[in-house]
């Protein structure tokens, strides 16, 4: 299907996507509750649970991070409070940076890994930022806690209270990785029902069937991971923690899915919603580098607060219709939050990349129509 298809039927798209696919601060589906032990389920088999109940293809499993399921994940140590928050949020956008963005590609920068991706110019593309919405949240917090008092066990001075930490080997530490494995298959289960839904809108208007839509890579972002990296030479199990990071795997490593393993791991950097986001591919100097990992956005350059000042006064989705955006949030509090002016420009950030040999370059994403939070 091409962007141009898209244009013709952007303001249909985005109302049928704002429909099925609940935003905002808080959001949660009226057609779809977990019982406690699906819920678990969820957060052990993470998308093996999701396919069993028809939500996505086989297809989808074997172009997802570690197949859609963090090993070690244990229900037990992710509490009821965040328990009961995820239970009616599994297909949720959530609110503050997270969208769904349907796109087109705009310019190519590597032919052999463009194909390989099945991405091809003016192609339509959707591209999905959320993650484990209210469960993660508050996995996290319930942790800290844990963490403050773990520090003053173990004797680790800590020069900032949110640099609270354990040993990984600790009974805190393994704790919190087995929560963090839960919360993390939470977030590819509801990214893989936001897919599925999505698709849904996509047959409903276009006719295609599945949508047209074929799944590229969903990866993690914001994780800490138990990885095998050289250090002077030797091979070192490491605690890889990717905050604002995601991973960027190199061609021929062995948990880059067949089909790009000759190319490299798909590496997806959003930029923000009037701008562009960008298809990247991991590097062996990445990998070396900075263990395979490369940044998972352009970043902020104004606080919430100073994009609201900046934002006063002004219509932002008028703004965007004007550049052929079609923008549609759960409240105008988070477009204003969200306006291109307080990210950097996409395209420096991932020049940085490129030119530094971390990832390189191969295909550039337009928007067409955006669902905010």
């Known amino acids: 299907m091409s962007g141009e298809e898209i244009r013709g039927r952007s303001r249909d798209l985005m109302e049928a996507l ?3 696919l609940p935003s905002g601060v808080g959001s949660s589906r009226k057609d779809f ?4 032990r699906d819920l678990h389920r969820v957060l052990e088999e993470g998308v093996g649970w999701t396919l069993e109940q028809g939500f996505g293809t086989r297809e989808d499993r074997a172009h997802i991070e570690a197949e859609g399921c963090i090993p070690g994940a244990d229900p037990s140590r992710v509490s009821d409070r965040a328990l009961e928050r995820g239970k009616r949020q599994l297909g949720t956008v959530g609110s503050g940076n997270h969208f769904v963005e349907v796109g087109r590609v705009q310019e190519i920068f590597d032919e052999r890994a463009a194909a390989a991706m099945g991405l091809a ?13 209210g469960l993660g949240h508050q996995v996290c917090s319930d942790y800290i806690s844990v963490m403050i008092k773990a520090a003053r066990t173990y004797g680790i001075d800590l020069p900032d209270r949110q640099l609270c930490c354990a040993p990984v080997e600790s009974r805190e530490g393994r704790d919190y990785l087995a929560a963090m494995a839960g919360a993390a298959n939470f977030a590819f289960v509801n990214r ?27 990866v993690c972002h914001n994780i800490a991971k138990l990885e095998t990296h050289r250090v002077d030479g030797m091979a070192t199990r490491l605690c890889v923690h990717r905050k604002g990071a995601t991973r960027a795997f190199p061609p021929g490593h062995r948990e880059v899915p067949e089909r790009y393993r ?43 607060k100073q994009a609201k000042k900046a934002a006063g006064g002004r219509s932002i989705v008028r703004e965007l219709e004007e550049r052929g955006v079609m923008v549609k949030g759960a409240s105008r509090a988070t477009l204003v939050e969200e306006i291109s002016d307080a990210y950097k420009d996409v395209n420096d950030v991932v020049n940085v990349l490129h030119q530094a040999g971390i990832s390189r370059k191969v295909a550039k994403l337009a928007p067409l129509v955006v669902i905010k939070g």
């Open 33 to 36: 509750e977990l019982r406690r």
């Open 121 to 133: 110019k003016g192609m339509a593309t959707v591209l999905i930022h959320t993650g484990s919405r």
């Open 18 to 20: 704002f429909r099925k």
């Open 262 to 304: 000759h190319v490299g791991q798909p590496v997806l950097v959003p930029g923000d919603m009037g701008r562009c986001s960008y298809v990247l591919a991991g590097t062996e100097a990445g990998y070396s580098e900075t263990f395979g990992s490369a940044c998972h956005g352009a970043g902020r350059v104004m606080s919430r």
């Open 192 to 218: 893989q029902m936001i897919m599925h839904w999505t698709r849904e809108a996509f047959s409903e208007l276009f006719g295609s069937g599945n949508g047209g839509l074929e799944l590229v890579y969903d």
